[in-house]
């Protein structure tokens, strides 16, 4: 089993000299866990109580190919017992060991070296941290606060435009996100039903060792757990299967990447690509990497395009390796900056939370080589099916379409830098209608337009995508035009905005 001969082997293969700084051993945990040996323990011992507490979990197993090479529980759950995860709880333990229950990619990485550090070089190493982080801009903060829902259980209005009930704790003066940090428990559990299902967050334990129910159970992608791991690897391979063959599977993307701010899962659907999977899904073969027209599959999923080894390329867990362009961004930009440092930052830390430790990340991060690197990558797995005419020719219009993007971007920056600078935009910026446009135009719309255009759906980077990213941009014009009008009138910007008629804003899915 090559994968868990020689960690530092494999690293120094993957990595070139100029990103030749992050290692796997930088974080102490993770030494101390590779040459941990339990005493007078064996997978029979856990069998004997967990067989009947767990038959799922057991079923799962013994239907892996771990099962099948002899790794147990014990190989990724007995841990030292003055380990970060120890749940010193667990009825039975020995001399030097116990059992932890928050199994981070630590564990994985004595034997997946390979697998944890492409994957600590992607963007969804950042998936936790960057949404966690409070830097200069605050960034970290607001989109805690977007995550604090707006209900309360206290507050003062006794309705909202008449509606009793509704207005409870809602105010327009800025302080509507505060109800809920009064009462922070129930936020930061409602937090743990819905941003940290796809990004992870920092795992917290007790004083047992037993994770709290803010922050675990999850399946996000990226989350920062005790002993330094970063991500879930079970996001894709699902526990206790741990199965490659599902994770090729574009269903394994499916439950994250979808929806109407990154509608991957629904541009797939609607691609020609997909077309072909809903219709000939018996053509494609997933319990094997290896990617063969006429054999192994007919046209590209998910994984092919920016996981697989083909034509020449290797297989790789960074999927950010093959994009040229950042197309979530508000603004689009080529991804100049190399691997992503936030996971490696967190793992170096070894599992301490700090300013240092939790990082944004970089939105350029993508291929060491740079952006074209990228785009060359990229379009060497469209050869393997498609001419280099055709394949020419299809990035030309998905760079016309960023470039497109980015004007219409360009127009509604200066409108909204113009407001701005006059008070003419709501402190409250929820229930201000240029805002609300604002950002659906680059969240939802733009982002829908541009990966509708990147991935071949033709319905996404129209009709749900530039589509109505030019009626945002007419409805923005008519409110800028408003305001810059009653300005003239009133002179005051508070008057405008107070005496503005209700102007709602249908959301477009
Ligand atoms: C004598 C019976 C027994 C044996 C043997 C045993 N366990 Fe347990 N295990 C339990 C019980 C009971 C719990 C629940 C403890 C609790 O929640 O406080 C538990 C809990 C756990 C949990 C945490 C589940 C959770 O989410 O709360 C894990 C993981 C675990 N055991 C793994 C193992 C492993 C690995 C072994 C073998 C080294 C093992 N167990 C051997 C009885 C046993
Ligand atoms: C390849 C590593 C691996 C092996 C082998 C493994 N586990 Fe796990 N286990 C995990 C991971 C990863 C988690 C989830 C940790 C997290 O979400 O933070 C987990 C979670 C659990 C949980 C809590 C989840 C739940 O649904 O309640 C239990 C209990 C558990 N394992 C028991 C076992 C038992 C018993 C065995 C042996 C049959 C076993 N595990 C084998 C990696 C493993
Ligand atoms: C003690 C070593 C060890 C640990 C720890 C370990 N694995 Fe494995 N893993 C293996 C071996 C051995 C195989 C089997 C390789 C084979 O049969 O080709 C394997 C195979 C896999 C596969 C491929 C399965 C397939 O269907 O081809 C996945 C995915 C995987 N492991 C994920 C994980 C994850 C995730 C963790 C951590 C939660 C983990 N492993 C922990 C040794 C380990
Ligand atoms: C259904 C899964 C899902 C949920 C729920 C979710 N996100 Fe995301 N988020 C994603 C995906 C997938 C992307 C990547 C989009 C892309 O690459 O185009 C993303 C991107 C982002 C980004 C941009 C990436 C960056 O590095 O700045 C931020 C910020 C973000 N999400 C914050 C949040 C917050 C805050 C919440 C909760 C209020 C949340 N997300 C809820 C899946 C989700
Ligand atoms: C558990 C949720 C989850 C699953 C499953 C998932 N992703 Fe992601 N993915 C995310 C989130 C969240 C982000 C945004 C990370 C960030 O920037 O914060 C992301 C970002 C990405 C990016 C952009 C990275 C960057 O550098 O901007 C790519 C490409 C990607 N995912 C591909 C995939 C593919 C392919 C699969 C399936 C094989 C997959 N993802 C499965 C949650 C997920
Ligand atoms: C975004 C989804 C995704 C995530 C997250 C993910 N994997 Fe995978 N993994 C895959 C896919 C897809 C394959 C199949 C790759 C191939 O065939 O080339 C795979 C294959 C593997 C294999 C088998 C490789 C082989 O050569 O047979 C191992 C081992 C593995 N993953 C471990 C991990 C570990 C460890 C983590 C956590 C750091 C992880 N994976 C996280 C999607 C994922
Ligand atoms: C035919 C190949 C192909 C398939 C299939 C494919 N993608 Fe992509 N994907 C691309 C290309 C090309 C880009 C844009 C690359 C660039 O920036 O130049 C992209 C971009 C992305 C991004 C980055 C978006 C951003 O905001 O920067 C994510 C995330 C993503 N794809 C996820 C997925 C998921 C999930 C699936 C399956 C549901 C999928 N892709 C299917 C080719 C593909
Ligand atoms: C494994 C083979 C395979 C790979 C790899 C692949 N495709 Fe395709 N693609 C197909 C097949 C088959 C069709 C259907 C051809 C038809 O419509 O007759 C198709 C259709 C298309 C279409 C729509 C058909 C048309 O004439 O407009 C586009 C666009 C496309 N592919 C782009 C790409 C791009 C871009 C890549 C690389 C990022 C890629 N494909 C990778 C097999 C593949």
Same mark, same amino acid.
């Given at each position: 089993m090559k994968k868990?001969? *020689?960690?530092?082997?494999?690293?120094?293969?993957?990595?070139?000299?100029?990103?030749?700084?992050?290692?796997?051993?930088?974080?102490?945990? &993770?030494?101390?866990?590779?040459?941990?040996?339990?005493?007078?323990?064996?997978?029979?011992? !856990?069998?004997?109580?967990?067989?009947?507490?767990?038959?799922?979990?057991?079923?799962?197993?013994?239907?892996?190919?771990?099962?099948?090479?002899?790794?147990? !529980?014990?190989? !990724?759950?007995?841990?030292?017992?003055d380990y970060p995860t120890a749940f010193k709880a667990h009825p039975m333990q020995g001399s030097n060991w116990t059992v932890q229950i928050a199994v981070s990619s630590v564990t994985c990485a004595k034997c997946h070296a390979k697998e944890v550090t492409e994957y600590l070089n992607s963007g969804h190493a950042r998936g936790a941290a960057q949404w966690l982080a409070v830097n200069g801009s605050g960034h970290g903060k607001a989109m805690t606060k977007l995550s604090y829902h707006y209900e309360s259980l206290k507050g003062n209005a006794p309705s909202l435009n008449g509606v009793k009930g509704l207005g409870k704790g809602i105010r327009t003066d800025g302080s509507v996100f505060q109800a809920n940090e009064k009462n922070p428990k129930l936020a930061d559990l409602n937090v743990a039903n819905i941003c940290i299902q796809c990004h992870g967050t920092t795992i917290?334990?007790?004083?047992?060792?037993? %994770?709290?129910?803010?922050?675990? %159970?999850?399946? *996000?992608?990226?989350?920062? =757990? %005790?002993?330094?791991?970063v991500g879930n690897c079970l996001s894709c391979h699902s526990r206790h299967k741990f199965s490659a063959a599902e994770a090729r599977h574009p269903a394994s993307c499916g439950n994250c990447h979808l929806g109407p701010d990154h509608p991957m899962k629904e541009v797939f659907e609607s691609s020609v690509h997909g077309h072909i999977f809903d219709t000939n899904e018996e053509d494609y073969k997933f319990d094997t990497g290896e990617q063969i027209p006429g054999k192994t599959l007919r046209a590209a999923t998910c994984f092919t395009c920016h996981m697989a080894a083909i034509n020449g390329l290797k297989a790789t867990h960074n999927v950010s390796l093959r994009l040229k362009w950042n197309l979530w961004a508000p603004d689009s930009f080529l991804r100049t900056a190399g691997y992503e440092t936030a996971g490696w930052a967190f793992w170096k830390g070894g599992g301490k939370v700090s300013k240092k430790t939790v990082i944004r990340g970089n939105p350029k991060a993508g291929n060491p080589n740079g952006p074209?690197?990228?785009?060359?990558?990229?379009?060497?797995?469209?050869?393997?099916?498609?001419?280099?005419?055709?394949?020419?020719? &299809?990035?030309?219009?998905?760079?016309?379409?960023?470039?497109? =993007?980015?004007? &219409?971007?360009?127009?509604?920056?200066?409108?909204?830098?113009?407001?701005?600078?006059? *008070?003419?935009?709501?402190?409250?910026?929820?229930?201000? %209608?240029?805002?609300?446009?604002? =950002? =659906?135009?680059?969240?939802?719309?733009?982002?829908?337009?541009?990966?509708?255009?990147?991935?071949?759906?033709?319905?996404?980077?129209h009709w749900? *995508?530039?589509?109505?990213?030019?009626?945002?941009i007419r409805e923005m014009k008519d409110i800028y035009n408003y305001r810059m009008k009653m300005l003239k009138k009133y002179k005051d910007p508070k008057k405008v905005l107070e005496n503005e008629p209700p102007m709602p804003v249908v959301t477009h899915e």
């Amino acid at each position: 089993m090559k994968k868990i001969v *020689g960690a530092g082997l494999s690293i120094a293969a993957l990595t070139s000299a100029a990103f030749a700084a992050n290692s796997l051993d930088s974080n102490p945990n &993770y030494k101390k866990l590779k040459n941990f040996h339990p005493q007078g323990v064996s997978n029979d011992q !856990c069998l004997m109580c967990h067989k009947t507490m767990d038959p799922g979990i057991i079923a799962d197993w013994k239907h892996s190919k771990h099962a099948k090479a002899g790794v147990g !529980c014990v190989e !990724c759950h007995v841990v030292p017992k003055d380990y970060p995860t120890a749940f010193k709880a667990h009825p039975m333990q020995g001399s030097n060991w116990t059992v932890q229950i928050a199994v981070s990619s630590v564990t994985c990485a004595k034997c997946h070296a390979k697998e944890v550090t492409e994957y600590l070089n992607s963007g969804h190493a950042r998936g936790a941290a960057q949404w966690l982080a409070v830097n200069g801009s605050g960034h970290g903060k607001a989109m805690t606060k977007l995550s604090y829902h707006y209900e309360s259980l206290k507050g003062n209005a006794p309705s909202l435009n008449g509606v009793k009930g509704l207005g409870k704790g809602i105010r327009t003066d800025g302080s509507v996100f505060q109800a809920n940090e009064k009462n922070p428990k129930l936020a930061d559990l409602n937090v743990a039903n819905i941003c940290i299902q796809c990004h992870g967050t920092t795992i917290k334990l007790d004083s047992q060792g037993k %994770p709290l129910p803010t922050t675990w %159970p999850n399946d *996000g992608i990226a989350s920062l =757990y %005790p002993d330094g791991g970063v991500g879930n690897c079970l996001s894709c391979h699902s526990r206790h299967k741990f199965s490659a063959a599902e994770a090729r599977h574009p269903a394994s993307c499916g439950n994250c990447h979808l929806g109407p701010d990154h509608p991957m899962k629904e541009v797939f659907e609607s691609s020609v690509h997909g077309h072909i999977f809903d219709t000939n899904e018996e053509d494609y073969k997933f319990d094997t990497g290896e990617q063969i027209p006429g054999k192994t599959l007919r046209a590209a999923t998910c994984f092919t395009c920016h996981m697989a080894a083909i034509n020449g390329l290797k297989a790789t867990h960074n999927v950010s390796l093959r994009l040229k362009w950042n197309l979530w961004a508000p603004d689009s930009f080529l991804r100049t900056a190399g691997y992503e440092t936030a996971g490696w930052a967190f793992w170096k830390g070894g599992g301490k939370v700090s300013k240092k430790t939790v990082i944004r990340g970089n939105p350029k991060a993508g291929n060491p080589n740079g952006p074209e690197a990228a785009r060359a990558d990229m379009k060497k797995v469209c050869a393997v099916c498609h001419e280099a005419t055709f394949t020419n020719n &299809y990035f030309q219009r998905i760079d016309a379409a960023v470039k497109i =993007y980015n004007q &219409y971007k360009t127009f509604a920056n200066k409108m909204m830098k113009d407001l701005k600078s006059k *008070g003419l935009i709501k402190s409250d910026v929820w229930s201000d %209608p240029f805002w609300k446009l604002y =950002y =659906y135009l680059w969240h939802h719309e733009g982002r829908r337009f541009r990966h509708g255009a990147a991935m071949g759906s033709p319905d996404y980077a129209h009709w749900h *995508g530039v589509f109505q990213v030019m009626q945002d941009i007419r409805e923005m014009k008519d409110i800028y035009n408003y305001r810059m009008k009653m300005l003239k009138k009133y002179k005051d910007p508070k008057k405008v905005l107070e005496n503005e008629p209700p102007m709602p804003v249908v959301t477009h899915e």
